[in-house]
């Protein structure tokens, strides 16, 4: 091997430790900064920008935060809780928008938002909303949420809800029948967990 070929080897061998390093910081500095933008807070925080982005009130993302908080839940936990959270506010809020619809309070949109949890279709939400007097309008999606958390068929169940808005008299005894069977199973009804105690 000629002397020109060992000096250009030995030249490269010196030279590759110093770039190995250079590569792992760099992979080392941008996992880092990955797993920062990461930690709990900055998901809340992002959770937070996005229902702005969405018009859904701070409150009820704030809430969400402070609830898990006080009972001491682990700041992971309370990050995810809160990003399905949004996710559902969002979608609910959109829901909206898309129907050239208006919620009146935050709490009508928390009730839609656990509706579209439960399974409840957008379609079948907005039709509630169009055709429910404005004083019955929550306890109505509530129920219908209610009764697909219970395993009713949600045509059957809309049927049912829909018929029931032709009074107050009997969208509460809907709404009692339901709870009662929620709370056979242990469950609270959704205007329980909502904090909603209005009736029609």
């Known amino acids: 091997m000629s002397n020109v ?6 030249a490269l061998l010196a030279v590759m430790p110093a770039s190995l390093t250079a590569q792992t910081a ?3 500095g941008s ?3 990955a ?6 807070e900055a998901r809340i925080e992002a959770a937070v920008q996005a229902a702005a982005r969405a018009n859904v009130p ?6 969400k935060v402070a609830e898990g908080r006080a009972k001491n839940v682990p700041e992971e936990r309370i990050a995810s809780a809160v990003e399905a959270r949004v ?5 609910a809020s959109d829901a909206f928008r898309r129907a050239d619809l208006e919620f009146a309070t935050a709490g009508e949109l928390a009730v839609a938002a656990d509706a ?31 009764m697909i958390r219970l395993g009713h ?18 969208l509460a005894g809907l709404h009692a029948e339901i709870a009662s069977q929620l709370r056979l199973g242990g469950l609270n009804s959704t205007l329980d967990a909502a904090g909603i105690i209005r009736l029609p």
């Open 5 to 10: 070929r060992v000096a250009a080897m030995a």
């Open 26 to 28: 760099g992979a080392t």
């Open 31 to 33: 996992a880092t900064a």
């Open 35 to 40: 797993s920062q933008a990461r930690t709990p």
């Open 58 to 63: 701070a409150s009820l993302v704030r809430s």
């Open 87 to 91: 996710s559902a506010l969002v979608r």
């Open 116 to 146: 579209l949890d439960a399974g409840v279709s957008e379609s079948a939400l907005i039709g509630i909303y169009r055709t429910a007097p404005d004083e019955r309008r929550v306890v109505a999606v509530a129920v219908l949420a209610d």
């Open 153 to 170: 068929e949600s045509e059957p169940a809309f049927a049912r809800v829909n018929a029931a808005l032709a009074s107050s008299t009997a």
